[in-house]
């Protein structure tokens, strides 16, 4: 009868991570925060109603792939095209100061790990999870506030995307300086030629599904034909490059991401995300967070990480602003609306359990930064908008 308790498990999962997520929602707080405290509380750590097992592991892996597809699918090259250099910019500061500051944060814990040792992993993955930014919040308040297509919120939005690609890219580089028979020069080299091949591969595989798009529009072959290029391009970069496999999913979605129909696509991915594969991914983080082994180290540790993790946002996208040429509140405006956190990060906290480069007590971390983001940012962003006593104007130069 063994078999059949995935069933169980599933039936458990669906229905409790929803439940949670709506009351989170209901709070104002992002949706998969309430999934993942079900799966906290589902889990072995709390009432044990539910063990992680290899087979929710790869259902959660799948639910991975689809949210990395659906974000490449929702990347605009024009809106890249639009800020250009700005954006650019914004978004290296916004991946390099984080980064930087999580390890030093780690550092200071546990002590400086020398160059290549199990200790500098750990550090620079910290710095990895508080590099992603996820605007998902952002957007809806600038939309709320009136300003989400002005420039400051156009920067915003592209310095986000800009931002996890990069974030992607040092993810690639580190997972692979992982492996004891990497090199730097070849994980650099292979990974190069990753994305030299999905270039050239992306090109011809856009002009075919562009002509097919054309003669079959809007049909229900074109997601499943994506679906499809996108758990191919995941094999293969794990398989032959040694990239990461969600950045394949992502490369694939952005491929995609210019068609007529890629809202289409994106639409029903969501279907199959939202109703199984999501709510497994986010109730397996809490699945295998440890409480037990949460300690007044790690309580001390992820209030730490919330400061650095939002701090180091708004410090450096925000000075790189000013440099820009956003002048009064726009800079600070941009550096708040950078520093909310995700699905993003919740992946790559994932992808370090997975690795071992991160233990499961840090998840309560990760966690309480998307959550404590969340709300702070919509409240931070309505302030700088506020024009008591002064007048604020945009004054941020194109």
């Given at each position: 009868?063994?078999?059949?308790?995935?069933?169980?498990?599933?039936?458990?999962?669906?229905?409790?991570?929803?439940?949670?997520?709506?009351?989170?929602?209901?709070?104002?707080?992002?949706?998969?925060?309430?999934?993942?405290?079900?799966?906290?509380?589902?889990?072995?750590?709390?009432?044990?109603?539910?063990?992680?097992?290899?087979?929710?592991?790869?259902?959660?892996?799948?639910?991975?792939?689809?949210?990395?597809?659906?974000?490449?699918?929702?990347?605009?090259?024009?809106?890249?095209?639009?800020?250009?250099?700005?954006?650019?910019?914004?978004?290296?500061?916004?991946?390099?100061?984080?980064?930087?500051?999580?390890?030093?944060?780690?550092?200071?814990?546990?002590?400086?790990?020398?160059?290549?040792?199990?200790?500098?992993?750990?550090?620079?993955?910290?710095?990895?999870?508080?590099?992603?930014?996820?605007?998902?919040?952002?957007?809806?308040?600038?939309?709320?506030?009136?300003k989400l297509s002005d420039t400051v919120g156009t920067t915003i939005m592209s310095a986000a995307i800009i931002d996890d690609v990069i974030?992607?890219?040092?993810?690639?580089?580190?997972?692979?300086?992982?492996?004891?028979?990497?090199?730097?020069?070849?994980?650099?080299?292979?990974?190069?030629?990753?994305?030299?091949?999905?270039?050239?591969?992306?090109?011809?595989?856009?002009?075919?599904?562009?002509?097919?798009?054309?003669?079959?529009?809007?049909?229900?072959?074109?997601?499943?034909?994506?679906?499809?290029?996108?758990?191919?391009?995941?094999?293969?970069?794990?398989?032959?490059?040694?990239?990461?496999?969600?950045?394949?999913?992502?490369?694939?979605?952005?491929?995609?991401?210019?068609?007529?129909?890629?809202?289409?696509i994106s639409r029903k991915m969501d279907i199959n995300s939202y109703m199984i594969f999501g709510p497994v991914f986010f109730a397996s983080?809490?699945?295998?967070?440890?409480?037990?082994?949460?300690?007044?180290?790690?309580?001390?540790?992820?209030?730490?990480?919330?400061?650095?993790?939002?701090?180091?946002?708004?410090?450096?996208?925000?000075?790189?602003?000013?440099?820009?040429?956003?002048?009064?509140?726009?800079?600070?405006?941009?550096?708040?609306?950078?520093?909310?956190?995700?699905?993003?990060?919740?992946?790559?906290?994932?992808?370090?359990?997975?690795?071992?480069?991160?233990?499961?007590?840090?998840?309560?971390?990760?966690?309480?930064?998307?959550?404590?983001?969340?709300?702070?940012?919509?409240?931070?962003?309505?302030?700088?908008?506020?024009?008591?006593?002064?007048?604020?104007?945009?004054?941020?130069?194109?």
């Open positions: 009868m063994e078999k059949y308790e995935v069933f169980k498990s599933l039936a458990i999962i669906i229905i409790v991570a929803k439940l949670f997520g709506l009351g989170a929602r209901r709070i104002k707080a992002p949706q998969v925060a309430g999934e993942i405290v079900a799966g906290l509380l589902i889990g072995p750590s709390v009432l044990g109603l539910v063990g992680y097992s290899d087979f929710l592991g790869q259902m959660a892996e799948i639910g991975v792939m689809l949210l990395m597809f659906t974000a490449g699918l929702e990347t605009r090259l024009s809106e890249l095209r639009k800020t250009g250099v700005k954006a650019l910019l914004i978004a290296c500061s916004g991946v390099f100061v984080p980064l930087v500051c999580g390890a030093l944060l780690y550092f200071a814990f546990y002590g400086v790990a020398p160059w290549g040792s199990e200790g500098f992993f750990k550090a620079v993955f910290i710095g990895m999870i508080l590099t992603a930014t996820s605007v998902s919040i952002t957007v809806q308040t600038l939309r709320e506030l009136g974030g992607i890219l040092v993810l690639t580089v580190v997972i692979g300086f992982k492996d004891p028979s990497a090199n730097f020069g070849k994980t650099l080299l292979l990974t190069g030629a990753f994305f030299v091949a999905s270039i050239v591969l992306g090109i011809v595989i856009y002009k075919l599904f562009k002509k097919y798009d054309k003669k079959h529009p809007h049909t229900r072959r074109i997601p499943i034909i994506g679906l499809a290029l996108c758990f191919a391009l995941s094999y293969i970069a794990e398989k032959y490059f040694g990239v990461a496999d969600i950045t394949g999913a992502y490369i694939a979605g952005v491929i995609l991401s210019s068609l007529k129909d890629s809202d289409y983080i809490g699945l295998q967070t440890d409480i037990k082994s949460i300690n007044a180290t790690i309580l001390l540790f992820s209030l730490c990480f919330v400061i650095v993790g939002m701090g180091a946002k708004i410090i450096g996208c925000g000075t790189v602003a000013r440099l820009c040429g956003f002048k009064g509140r726009d800079k600070w405006k941009i550096g708040a609306g950078m520093m909310t956190r995700g699905e993003v990060a919740l992946i790559v906290a994932q992808r370090g359990l997975t690795v071992g480069m991160l233990e499961g007590a840090y998840f309560t971390s990760v966690i309480l930064l998307i959550i404590v983001s969340s709300i702070v940012t919509p409240i931070v962003l309505k302030l700088l908008y506020s024009e008591k006593g002064t007048a604020v104007k945009e004054t941020a130069k194109v």
